[in-house]
């Protein structure tokens, strides 16, 4: 098993809360990667510089200046705070953007048309990316030596530009990634059991992955100003309701959205839920 771990940025800007989670993520056993946001830090950067976070359901747009201020933040501050901590627990973390070892190459995002704004959007430097852009061969290899990686959402192009990520999106798309990453056992050989599950056809062996969303809530809720009020399963089709609702908006439906793709592109679990509740089953899973 592989877990990929995301927590947002509310909790990358509580002290007490971020150390927590540190020391809980350290202690879960076995394979594991973390993706962190920085959304929070970087708005309230950007105000006392003067400029005006813009965000478009849940999505930062990204011009140049805002790109300098979020690549300082989530690849410089966030990074290394949070692999320093990790460090102290005893977890061998290391800081990674998508440029460092080629990780992670995004493709620029193009204008699209925003429905709930009735135009088209550019979001400017913002990279989309998916399982297909993520260099697992890499990530498996830190792996295998015992090394966790730490990726913040900053990305590139191949050409020299870099691009800014939703960062629910580089952990659903590294979750595919490492789901269907195929890899030799340390004999090079395949069981060949029958019961075996794990096979491929050519003898190449896979990990079952689970990925993990931590916020500052319990889980996705019924009722936002009810913290008690967590929905323990959602489908798809409640998905779709739950936004025609109202009930889901903003930042939890992209990451509601990324967590359906990831299942539908293998990945076995996705669980959504508190950085407090890391090591217990509460929490919102989808089916």
Not at 172 to 198: F, G, I, K, L
């Amino acid at each position: 098993m592989i877990r990929i771990v995301k927590i947002g940025g509310n909790i990358v800007d509580n002290p007490e809360l971020l150390k927590e989670f540190a020391r809980d993520f350290a202690a879960m056993p076995g394979m594991k990667i973390l993706v962190h946001g920085g959304g929070v830090m970087a708005s309230q950067i950007q105000k006392d510089m003067g400029l005006t976070p813009v965000m478009i359901e849940g999505r930062r747009v990204t011009d140049e200046a805002a790109l300098k201020v979020v690549t300082m933040v989530y690849a410089g501050w966030c990074s290394k705070k949070i692999t320093a901590l990790l460090q102290a627990e005893g977890c061998n973390a290391i800081g990674l953007s998508g440029t460092d070892g080629n990780a992670i190459k995004a493709r620029k995002r193009p204008p699209v048309h925003i429905e709930s704004l009735g135009k088209e959007m550019d979001y400017g430097y913002v990279g989309d990316v998916t399982g297909e852009c993520v260099n697992a061969r890499f990530i498996y290899s830190l792996l295998e030596r015992g090394i966790v990686p730490v990726f913040n959402a900053i990305n590139h192009d191949g050409v020299g530009n870099l691009l800014n990520t939703n960062a629910d999106t580089i952990a659903s798309s590294v979750a595919t990634a490492m789901a269907n990453y195929r890899y030799r056992s340390p004999r090079e050989v395949c069981c060949r059991c029958e019961e075996c599950t794990h096979c491929s056809d050519d003898g190449r062996l896979t990990h079952e992955t689970e990925l993990i969303y931590c916020f500052e809530k319990d889980g996705v809720l019924y009722d936002k100003d009810d913290d008690n009020s967590v929905i323990s399963e959602i489908s798809r089709s409640r998905f779709e309701e739950l936004k025609k609702e109202g009930i889901v908006a903003d930042g939890m439906i992209p990451k509601l959205a990324n967590a359906f793709k990831a299942i539908d592109s293998g990945v076995a679990r996705v669980v959504i839920k508190h950085a407090r509740n890391l090591l217990n089953d509460k929490g919102t899973v989808l089916i």
